[in-house]
């Protein structure tokens, strides 16, 4: 059974930038037999015992289906004030592009309304196929422009999206690129620590399972655990780097099979709380 970290209202990392560490997606009925929920659980408790291990979860469902402003403000009311969503662009919009969908921004934004001042980001997660294109180029800008107001990062999955012209065009919009960690795959768009966006900075974690990633079997795709030395190395390296450039951190893990998702995020953050204490013990030594 995983106990709740036992770290500050669940926030990690230094003042100047707090990391909120938490999953992509929280309902699932496979994290009951891997022990993250007790085995009676309901789907109607998940979110309330999820809440008590993160401070912040990825919508997944807003994704799959178009979100309705009653069921989201019931949502909101069984967490606390301080607790935060980031909600992911229905499919019609990233994946399918619907010819309607101008109107259909506009169905979304009404159903993440209750949200409110919960809501960290809206995240547009975009399939391998869309790449830079003219088309694709055009039709991006209009999403961005639907959803001016909001706070939006935006995950590329196509390698032809890293280039310095899109990290500015997104740094003038004050909109984030997200952060990815996946398998090397050379038409994926590449892992960076590129931040775009001083407000708040997005990693996804998918795991490195490149067999799953080839094949078309989305739970060999997202079945991987990081190990100790693996995040470490993000620790040190990419999310210091970041988190000196932000004043915030949003940190979601997407390798929910089994329930190693919930289990790496809370190694993370105890990775984290590790490197923040020993931050302000050389802080000490060095007055």
């Known amino acids: 059974m995983f106990t709740p970290p036992s770290v500050g209202r669940l926030a990690v990392g230094g003042a100047g930038c707090p990391l909120l560490v938490g999953t992509c997606g929280y309902s699932y009925a496979e994290w009951r037999d891997c022990g993250f929920y007790p085995a009676t659980s309901r789907s109607a408790d998940m979110l309330g015992l999820y809440m008590r291990f993160f401070p912040i979860v990825e919508l997944n469902y807003t994704w799959y289906q178009m979100p309705r402003a009653e069921a989201v403000q019931r ?37 993440i309304a209750p949200l409110g001042e919960r809501l960290a980001t809206v995240l547009i997660q975009l399939p391998p196929d869309f790449d830079r294109s003219e088309a694709h180029r055009y039709y991006l800008a209009g999403i961005l422009d639907g959803l ?18 899109v990290y500015g065009e997104l740094e003038r919009r004050g909109v984030t690129l997200v952060a990815v960690d996946a398998p090397a795959i050379p038409s994926l768009f590449p892992s960076l620590d590129v931040v775009t966006n001083s407000d708040f900075f997005y990693v996804r974690f998918h795991g490195r399972n490149l067999r799953g990633w080839q094949s078309s079997n989305m739970q060999k795709k997202f079945d991987y655990d990081y190990q100790a030395a693996e995040l470490q190395e993000w620790v040190a390296g990419p999310l210091a780097r970041m988190a000196s450039h932000s004043s915030r951190g949003y940190v979601f893990f997407n390798n929910h099979v089994r329930g190693q998702a919930p289990r790496n995020a809370s190694l993370l953050q105890k990775l984290l709380q590790t490197r923040m204490a020993e931050d302000e013990r050389c802080s000490g030594s060095a007055q």
């Not at 301080?82 to 019609?92: G, I, M, V, Y």
């Not at 001016?148 to 012209?165: I, K, N």
């Open 148 to 165: 001016q107001g909001l706070p939006v990062a935006v995950e590329f999955r196509h390698a032809s999206w890293a280039v310095d012209q």
């Open 75 to 111: 949502m909101v009311t069984r967490v606390p004030a301080d607790f935060r969503f980031a909600a992911k662009l229905t499919r019609t919009l990233t994946h399918e592009r619907s010819t309607e969908w101008r109107s259909e921004l506009h169905r979304y934004r009404q159903g």
